[in-house]
């Protein structure tokens, strides 16, 4: 039995049946790390110690039957701006490189109440700000798919820790697509939920109006699984929404047959990859043979959603990245002869050039004179951009689109366009501005062998029907079987 093939509903009955014991599935799960991390550059911290530590405890758990979480034993990562109480919580940046968290986020909290094991921190572009997990202060992350190739971003080492089988289940961050991009690109499942159902409390915060967390899982039931387990209130977080929390796990068995999924017509731009268009017009025909009803839609808006994006985001980036200064934590240059030089050696040497270029373009739109022209004319087309989803979904109940414009472009392919760059991210950035759920879900492979994704997203709180249609679509393609060769 390879333990690294199992899901985290396989782990937990199997622990609990003492068919194999936790020890046995960590230790399992780092090896596979340590086999795969100088390659692919997953994990910037993996806890070794910490993680059979864990594991002894639930084992000790079993012998002494006590009750178990829902995820007794799943080996788990987390990316590396969500805090782990007493861990390296680095930003994949230079000016945290050595900061340890002192509390865990809400998240982290409802995991290890769960019984959920801590396998280690992933790689990601500093502070959440890439397409491509290029943007990292401690290398690159590589796609397991074709190493040449970037995994996506900016969650990209989360993605990579499932895809290459190094933990069923991982966390990230969306703030424009950084779950469901690289989801799609390393063919595993990505979601980000509805803004406000999961607390923000103990991620660092990148643009506070458009962050949320969300998993990376190869299974539906297990994604359902973690859903559950980190959405809810929190006191803690303002935008938390106190609103009831379904059993996420009660979609899985419901059919999609009756439902209508809609097509944007605004979606079908002129850098599309034939390839992607063509999988995508696939998924809608597999999801008609399932029942649904399918039909063409228009987000007369979506023109505007990447400009509008790229003055909030870092607008709000520009202000949250203040505190990072090197006085009270963190890193700080030894060469400053004053205080004004401190704080400019600490961010200049402190922060990459992706993180710098962001702070300079949300400090100008947030400036005098150019706030109402810039940031308070974007929160008006934002506004028009949500209106659009609203209209829709008096329309359909779903609507599908790609996840990505291309599968995986090469390491350093893009790295010195940002605009070009920017530009992977337009199918999942109206999601954000709008606040309704997204899912990534793998929807075959290109001639070259690397995966594609496709996207839904439901209305606000309608996070369960995007795992009902993701179960019934894949467990007619079985797509999210298919691993890479590593």
């Not at 622990?15 to 550059?41: H, P, Y």
């Not at 973690?226 to 009660?250: C, E, H, Q, Y």
């Not at 920017?422 to 954000?432: A, G, R, V």
């Amino acid at each position: 039995m390879n333990l690294n093939e199992l899901s985290a509903r396989e782990i937990t009955e199997g622990i609990k049946s003492r068919t194999f014991k936790t020890k046995d599935v960590v230790q399992a799960s780092l090896a596979c790390v340590d086999k795969t991390n100088k390659d692919l550059n997953t994990y910037l911290t993996v806890l070794h110690d910490d993680a059979l530590r864990q594991a002894e405890e639930i084992d000790k758990k079993v012998e002494e039957k006590r009750p178990l979480g829902p995820l007794a034993g799943v080996p788990v990562a987390i990316k590396d701006n969500i805090m782990v109480r007493k861990v390296r919580t680095t930003c994949a940046s230079k000016i945290l490189g050595n900061y340890k968290a002192p509390y865990d986020a809400f998240v982290t909290e409802r995991l290890r109440a769960a019984d959920a094991v801590f396998i280690g921190k992933t790689n990601m572009d500093e502070f959440a700000m890439g397409s491509s997990t290029e943007f990292s202060a401690f290398g690159v992350t590589r796609n397991p798919w074709e190493k040449s190739r970037i995994p996506g971003g900016s969650s990209g080492g989360s993605a990579v820790a499932v895809a290459a089988r190094t933990v069923p289940l991982s966390l990230g961050s969306d703030t424009g697509g950084s779950i469901r991009q690289p989801a799609g690109l390393c063919g595993v499942l990505g979601m980000k939920p509805t803004y406000g159902r999961v607390s923000r409390y103990g991620l660092v915060a990148f643009a506070s109006s458009l962050d949320q967390i969300g998993p990376f899982s190869h299974s539906v039931e297990d994604m359902a699984v973690m859903l559950n387990i980190i959405s809810g209130k929190d006191l803690r977080d303002s935008t938390s929404v106190d609103k009831a929390v379904p059993n996420f796990s009660d979609e899985l068995a419901k059919p999609i047959k009756g439902l209508k999924v809609g097509l944007v017509k605004e979606y079908s731009i002129g850098g599309l990859d034939k390839e992607v268009e063509k999988a995508v017009k696939d998924t809608a025909a597999v999801l008609k043979k399932l029942g649904a009803e399918i039909k063409e839609i228009s987000l007369p808006n979506s023109d505007y959603a990447l400009a509008v994006y790229y003055i909030i985001a870092p607008s709000e980036a520009s202000s949250n990245l203040a505190r990072f200064d090197g006085m009270r934590y963190g890193f700080r240059n030894a060469k400053a002869a004053n205080l004004i030089e401190q704080y400019g050696f600490n961010r200049d040497d402190g922060f990459g050039p992706e993180v710098k270029r962001r702070i300079m373009i949300g400090t100008y739109a947030l400036s005098s004179g150019y706030y109402d022209a810039y940031y308070a004319k974007a929160q008006k087309v934002r506004t028009l951009i949500k209106n659009d989803f609203d209209q829709a979904f008096k329309e359909v109940d779903l609507i599908l689109t790609p996840v990505s414009p291309t599968p995986a472009f090469k390491i350093g392919e893009k790295s010195d366009d940002p605009l070009t760059m920017y530009l992977s991210d337009i199918f999942t950035i109206p999601s954000n501005l709008a606040g309704i759920p997204g899912i990534s879900v793998p929807c075959g492979f290109n001639s070259q062998g690397l995966p594609i994704g496709a996207q839904f997203y439901a209305n606000h709180f309608q996070d369960g029907l995007l795992i009902r249609v993701a179960q019934s679509y894949l467990k007619e393609t079985l797509w999210n079987k298919k691993t890479p060769k590593l």
